[in-house]
């Protein structure tokens, strides 16, 4: 089966635009989830979906948002780019229940400049 | 709250010599652990998994046991191949809910190198 697929895979924007990021979970998965990673703190959760309801969020500020639609795909949001927003952008789907694996997308490659 | 510590490394090694990645972790619950890898231009992909004391979880010749009383899950491998070479992570969910929190924890990641 298809497995997560993330759009788009780079992006390069200028500081204080914003830009969405777009997640499609394995069909059958209710959970998305986001993660940032970079070389300097490493992976960190942002917020997680399940049945288009946010259940958890991660300590990033309001700039981060994210939705999900009835169709499980999700996108995530950030406005007023800083650069030192520039991070691979990490999208794992699941079935939602613990011990459940999260499988993850390729990623977005975001650059601010 | 809860956090994973791990080698940061990097570790350079020769083609079939033995590996060792320690992990650590506190949790507020009873955790699941996972390694994860990730390849260069990828995301992560799941290597192992256990999800209770004394559980081992193994894969592709990686083996880790889940060991409550050291609070460990340290990755190892008896004979490493130069395409092992990749990023990985040591992760941990805990559920504290009837499962109403997916919430991953990884530690920094560890860096491993396989030369021929």
């Known amino acids: 089966k298809a497995g997560v697929t993330q759009t788009p895979r780079y992006l390069i924007k200028t500081r204080g635009q914003q830009v969405t990021l777009s997640c499609s979970p394995i069909?059958?998965?209710?959970?998305v989830s986001w993660y940032q990673q970079t070389p300097g703190q490493g992976l960190q959760f942002l917020f997680e979906?399940?049945?288009?309801?946010?259940?958890n969020k991660g300590n990033f500020p309001g700039r981060f948002s994210g939705r999900q639609f009835s169709n499980s795909r999700s996108e995530m949001n950030v406005s007023t780019l800083e650069l030192g927003d520039s991070a691979l952008y990490l999208c794992?789907?699941?079935?939602?229940?613990?011990?459940?694996?999260?499988?993850f997308g390729q990623g977005t490659r975001l650059t601010v400049v | 709250g809860d956090s994973v510590t791990q080698m940061e490394g990097p570790v350079t090694l020769s083609e079939e010599a033995f590996l060792t990645i320690n992990c650590t972790y506190t949790?507020?619950?009873?955790?699941?652990l996972f390694w994860y890898v990730q390849y260069p231009g990828e995301g992560l992909q799941l290597l192992l998994k256990?999800?209770?004391?004394?559980d081992k979880g193994s894969n592709k010749g990686f083996e880790a046991t889940y060991r409550k009383e050291t609070t460990s899950f340290h990755l190892e491998k008896g004979s490493v191949q130069v395409s092992d070479s990749a990023v990985y992570f040591c992760?941990?969910?805990?559920?504290?809910?009837?499962?109403?929190?997916?919430?991953?924890?990884f530690g920094k990641g560890t860096l491993l190198t396989v030369n021929p």
């Open positions: 256990a999800t209770k004391a004394d």
């Open positions: 794992a789907s699941c079935t939602g229940t613990v011990n459940t694996e999260a499988f």
């Open positions: 979906y399940f049945s288009e309801t946010q259940r």
């Open positions: 992760a941990l969910i805990t559920d504290l809910s009837g499962g109403s929190n997916y919430k991953l924890t």
């Open positions: 069909s059958g998965h209710r959970s």
């Open positions: 949790a507020t619950g009873y955790p699941s």
